[in-house]
């Protein structure tokens, strides 16, 4: 009889865990030690015994000293007899095929690779199928995964004995290896809730960051003054405050971002924390609350009341999450999707995922029932972008929102969000970034395959954001109140911007070209003289990037860069070393004297230039005759009616402009001068040069080698464009 195998608990994974992720070790470094290192003297055939299993861990996991508790429990879940001669059985070993297999696994398997391997660790006899009393210690890991993610496990086990009973896609009482793995890769978590998939114990941990107060805040935990002045610690999801060496001593967060059982699932309560209360004035009587005195007056971290002690039992137990209501996601709306009844699961559409989609993790784990006429917002922030200011964004709105509905894209990318929120009915994204980021969303949505394109609108951070002016969304964030955009949000209307493809063929020259940064348009392309100074620019900052810190040295920089292009004119005579065909027609540059030519999408460049200018209504019936001809011809080159043409985010054309060179191109960023020159507008373009050229896609630039490049229509996506600007004057204050 097979010894059987013990089984991890999930508080002794997750710990497993953190000290994987600090690590720097893999597992394919540690093996070299025992194959033929220092550590070959533990390694007994194929196994290791205890003490090897130790030094094991204290090599992988970089930790001098692991916890006994921890490294007992790892061994024993690693014993079994399946892979041991019959002269090692009786002694305390593991196999370290087995052991190396586990951790390579936890390093970034890929997830099918996990379901077969849980398949193998519970199929005990090694017979290819899970019979009734392997399936029985399956759903007892999945209570005790259950009981520590704090789920309602009364309720639970006729949930997953059923589920379990569908898995069986033949009906012959049993599982095997492939209906496993296909039940993991459609329609059961099988992953998160075994405990290979941790990420959903969040919740009851605070987000701490140091914080100093300009004004009297109280520790919530002992009571007293933290001082004015004075650094603390503040949870980001409950503002719960305490003093430094309080810390380890606070009450759970009260934060909860899911629903746990399925009588918490559809009407949300109030979750009060004492303190928090910033207005210093009560949402219930008006009257102040005396924030300086003492800890006292409450705040609900969904809908953001703030209110007397004495007011508590005048406000309702059910919360509408405030003014924010139309985005937020109360944790009411989010449950695990093993909660949802039987039919529910079966026509899930994850069942459409292929092996090649396959990543069950929190975003199969949990299912999203959105509050009637609502529209739940997913953020996406990228922290490093605008200096501080993307920590902070990130910051506030785990605050003013549920913290599931905010990702942080240096840590988990967008995809884990989409995938979250695929199923959720008209749901908006904002992306909180430069246009670098807005394109990485935009591309990655292209991949997602998702059912319905959710709108994007954008909080621009950094400088440039060319995209978020042209939606009016600003260029750049400079600290306003969230909640203010948000509720601009509300009132944005869905625009379908163009994209565009380009190919670039590249001519067999012994000259090496630099990579084009992407395949895709979304703002503008140029060659030439803008993206010669872009280049060096590139190139300079690349290489002394502390000369690079402050918009302000940027802008010096770029000044030197653009004077200097306009003394040496690198790029004059462009038209001699280039052509360009529009649908297949040759546009004529004989006549002009260009060092540059851009493609726009979008009417900003370089930060809020405006290339293509602003088009002025002429007298007389030839400007209707003029904008009815723009509106519907795929190529336009006649003067006069480029001259009334209005650049169109929508119109699956383009703008085409020629330079004159740097001096213009700073005339037309200064205002002095209107714009470029108007040279085209149409569906389709073609560029062949014969020489080296600098040329750049979204401010990306790169050197190219002679080549053939093809701008082509790919598809549109739905973005939000911000209301229209207030107005400003006596009049407009009136109305």
Same mark, same amino acid.
């Given at each position: 009889m097979a010894?059987?195998r013990?089984l991890?608990s999930?508080?002794d994974?997750?710990q497993?865990q953190?000290y994987?992720e600090y690590?720097?070790?893999?597992?394919?470094?540690?093996?070299k030690l025992?194959?033929d290192g220092?550590?070959a003297?533990y390694?007994?055939?194929?196994?290791?015994?205890?003490?090897?299993?130790?030094?094991?861990?204290?090599?992988y996991?970089?930790?001098?000293n692991?916890?006994?508790?921890?490294?007992l429990?790892?061994?024993?879940?690693?014993?079994t007899?399946?892979?041991l001669?019959e002269?090692n059985?009786?002694k305390d070993?593991?196999?370290?095929?087995d052991v190396?297999?586990?951790?390579?696994?936890?390093?970034?398997?890929r997830?099918?690779?996990?379901?077969?391997f849980?398949?193998?660790l519970y199929?005990t006899d090694?017979?290819?199928?899970?019979?009734?009393s392997e399936?029985?210690k399956i759903?007892?890991q999945?209570m005790?995964?259950?009981e520590?993610?704090d789920w309602d496990v009364?309720e639970l086990r006729?949930i997953?004995?059923?589920?379990m009973?569908e898995?069986d896609?033949d009906g012959?009482?049993s599982v095997s290896?492939a209906?496993?793995?296909?039940?993991?890769?459609?329609?059961?978590?099988l992953?998160?809730?075994?405990?290979?998939?941790m990420?959903?114990?969040?919740?009851?941990?605070?987000?701490?960051r140091?914080?100093?107060?300009?004004?009297?805040?109280?520790?919530?935990l002992c009571e007293?003054s933290?001082?004015l002045?004075?650094q603390?610690l503040?949870c980001?999801?409950c503002?719960?405050t305490?003093?430094?060496?309080c810390?380890?001593?606070?009450?759970p967060?009260?934060?909860?971002t899911?629903a746990?059982?399925?009588k918490?699932?559809g009407?949300?309560?109030?979750?009060?924390?004492?303190g928090g209360?910033e207005?210093g004035?009560c949402?219930r009587?008006?009257?102040?609350?005396?924030i300086y005195?003492?800890l006292?007056g409450?705040h609900?971290?969904?809908?953001?009341?703030?209110i007397?002690?004495?007011?508590l039992?005048a406000?309702?137990?059910?919360?509408?999450?405030?003014?924010?209501?139309?985005?937020i996601?109360?944790p009411?709306s989010i449950?695990?999707?093993?909660l949802?009844?039987?039919p529910d699961r079966?026509?899930?559409?994850t069942?459409q995922?292929?092996?090649?989609d396959l990543?069950?993790?929190?975003?199969e784990a949990l299912r999203i /029932? *959105? +509050? =009637?006429?609502?529209?739940p917002l997913?953020? #996406?922030?990228?922290p490093?972008?605008?200096?501080?200011q993307?920590?902070r964004?990130?910051?506030?709105?785990q605050?003013i929102?549920?913290?599931?509905q905010?990702?942080?894209?240096?840590?988990?990318g967008?995809?884990i969000?989409?995938?979250?929120?695929?199923?959720?009915p008209d749901?908006?994204i904002?992306?909180?970034?430069?246009d670098?980021t807005v394109?990485?969303?935009?591309?990655?949505?292209?991949?997602?395959?998702l059912?319905?394109?959710?709108p994007v609108?954008?909080l621009?951070?950094g400088?440039g954001?060319?995209?978020?002016?042209c939606?009016?969304?600003?260029g750049g964030?400079e600290g306003q109140?969230l909640?203010?955009?948000l509720?601009d949000?509300?009132t944005?209307?869905v625009?379908h911007m163009d994209?565009?493809s380009v190919?670039?063929i590249?001519q067999?020259?012994?000259e090496?070209? /630099? *990579? +084009? =940064?992407f395949q895709?348009?979304?703002n503008? #392309?140029s060659?030439?003289?803008d993206?010669?100074?872009a280049h060096?620019f590139h190139?300079?900052?690349?290489?002394y990037p502390?000369?690079?810190?402050?918009r302000?040295?940027n802008?010096?920089?770029y000044?030197?860069?653009?004077t200097?292009e306009?003394?040496?004119s690198?790029?004059?005579?462009?038209?001699e070393?280039l052509?360009v065909?529009?649908?297949?027609?040759?546009?004529?540059?004989?006549n002009?004297s260009l060092?540059g030519?851009?493609v726009?999408n979008?009417p900003?460049?370089?930060?809020?230039?405006?290339?293509?200018?602003?088009?002025?209504k002429?007298?007389?019936?030839?400007?209707g005759?003029?904008q009815?001809?723009?509106?519907?011809?795929?190529?336009?080159?006649d003067?006069?009616?480029?001259k009334?043409?209005?650049?169109?985010?929508s119109?699956?054309r383009l703008?085409?402009?020629?330079?004159?060179g740097?001096?213009?191109?700073?005339q037309i960023?200064?205002k002095?001068?209107?714009?470029?020159?108007?040279?085209?507008?149409?569906?389709?373009i073609t560029?062949?040069t014969t020489?080296?050229?600098?040329?750049q896609?979204d401010?990306e630039?790169w050197?190219q080698?002679?080549?053939?490049?093809k701008?082509?229509?790919k598809n549109?996506?739905p973005?939000l464009?911000?209301?229209p600007?207030?107005s400003t004057?006596f009049f407009g204050?009136?109305?």
């Amino acid at each position: 009889m097979a010894k059987e195998r013990g089984l991890i608990s999930p508080s002794d994974f997750a710990q497993l865990q953190k000290y994987m992720e600090y690590s720097t070790k893999k597992v394919s470094d540690v093996l070299k030690l025992f194959e033929d290192g220092e550590m070959a003297k533990y390694v007994q055939g194929d196994a290791i015994g205890y003490e090897g299993f130790q030094q094991f861990l204290k090599i992988y996991l970089e930790v001098d000293n692991v916890p006994r508790h921890l490294s007992l429990a790892l061994f024993q879940s690693f014993k079994t007899d399946h892979c041991l001669n019959e002269a090692n059985v009786t002694k305390d070993v593991v196999c370290l095929n087995d052991v190396s297999c586990y951790f390579s696994l936890l390093e970034g398997g890929r997830p099918e690779d996990k379901l077969e391997f849980t398949f193998k660790l519970y199929d005990t006899d090694r017979n290819g199928i899970l019979d009734s009393s392997e399936v029985d210690k399956i759903i007892l890991q999945m209570m005790r995964v259950a009981e520590y993610l704090d789920w309602d496990v009364s309720e639970l086990r006729p949930i997953l004995q059923e589920m379990m009973k569908e898995i069986d896609y033949d009906g012959s009482g049993s599982v095997s290896q492939a209906e496993w793995v296909r039940a993991g890769a459609t329609t059961v978590p099988l992953l998160v809730l075994l405990g290979l998939e941790m990420t959903l114990k969040d919740d009851g941990q605070h987000m701490w960051r140091p914080k100093r107060f300009p004004r009297p805040v109280y520790c919530n935990l002992c009571e007293s003054s933290i001082g004015l002045g004075k650094q603390g610690l503040s949870c980001n999801l409950c503002k719960y405050t305490v003093h430094d060496q309080c810390a380890m001593k606070a009450l759970p967060c009260e934060v909860s971002t899911y629903a746990k059982s399925r009588k918490d699932i559809g009407v949300q309560s109030h979750v009060w924390v004492r303190g928090g209360c910033e207005s210093g004035r009560c949402d219930r009587c008006q009257k102040k609350i005396r924030i300086y005195h003492s800890l006292t007056g409450l705040h609900c971290v969904w809908c953001h009341l703030e209110i007397h002690d004495d007011c508590l039992q005048a406000v309702g137990h059910e919360c509408d999450c405030g003014l924010l209501r139309d985005h937020i996601l109360p944790p009411s709306s989010i449950y695990p999707s093993v909660l949802a009844s039987g039919p529910d699961r079966k026509n899930s559409k994850t069942s459409q995922k292929t092996m090649d989609d396959l990543n069950l993790s929190t975003s199969e784990a949990l299912r999203i /029932d *959105p +509050v =009637p006429n609502t529209h739940p917002l997913l953020v #996406f922030v990228n922290p490093k972008s605008g200096g501080k200011q993307g920590q902070r964004v990130l910051w506030k709105f785990q605050y003013i929102l549920n913290p599931r509905q905010v990702f942080n894209l240096l840590k988990d990318g967008p995809e884990i969000g989409l995938r979250l929120f695929k199923d959720v009915p008209d749901g908006r994204i904002l992306v909180c970034g430069g246009d670098g980021t807005v394109g990485w969303i935009l591309e990655t949505i292209d991949k997602a395959n998702l059912p319905v394109l959710p709108p994007v609108a954008v909080l621009p951070l950094g400088t440039g954001n060319d995209l978020a002016r042209c939606l009016r969304w600003g260029g750049g964030y400079e600290g306003q109140n969230l909640a203010k955009i948000l509720k601009d949000l509300e009132t944005s209307k869905v625009v379908h911007m163009d994209r565009w493809s380009v190919e670039v063929i590249t001519q067999q020259t012994e000259e090496k070209s /630099d *990579p +084009v =940064p992407f395949q895709i348009i979304n703002n503008y #392309f140029s060659i030439g003289v803008d993206a010669s100074i872009a280049h060096r620019f590139h190139i300079m900052r690349e290489k002394y990037p502390e000369k690079f810190n402050s918009r302000m040295k940027n802008k010096l920089w770029y000044f030197e860069f653009a004077t200097s292009e306009s003394i040496f004119s690198t790029c004059k005579k462009l038209e001699e070393s280039l052509t360009v065909e529009i649908c297949g027609k040759p546009l004529d540059l004989s006549n002009l004297s260009l060092e540059g030519i851009a493609v726009l999408n979008i009417p900003s460049m370089h930060g809020g230039s405006n290339l293509w200018g602003d088009t002025r209504k002429p007298h007389g019936d030839i400007y209707g005759i003029n904008q009815a001809l723009g509106a519907t011809a795929k190529v336009i080159t006649d003067p006069d009616i480029l001259k009334t043409c209005v650049p169109d985010l929508s119109d699956k054309r383009l703008e085409v402009v020629g330079l004159e060179g740097a001096i213009e191109m700073g005339q037309i960023y200064t205002k002095l001068k209107n714009a470029g020159r108007r040279l085209a507008k149409c569906s389709e373009i073609t560029f062949h040069t014969t020489k080296t050229l600098p040329m750049q896609i979204d401010g990306e630039p790169w050197m190219q080698t002679p080549c053939t490049i093809k701008i082509t229509h790919k598809n549109q996506m739905p973005m939000l464009m911000g209301p229209p600007p207030r107005s400003t004057n006596f009049f407009g204050f009136l109305s």
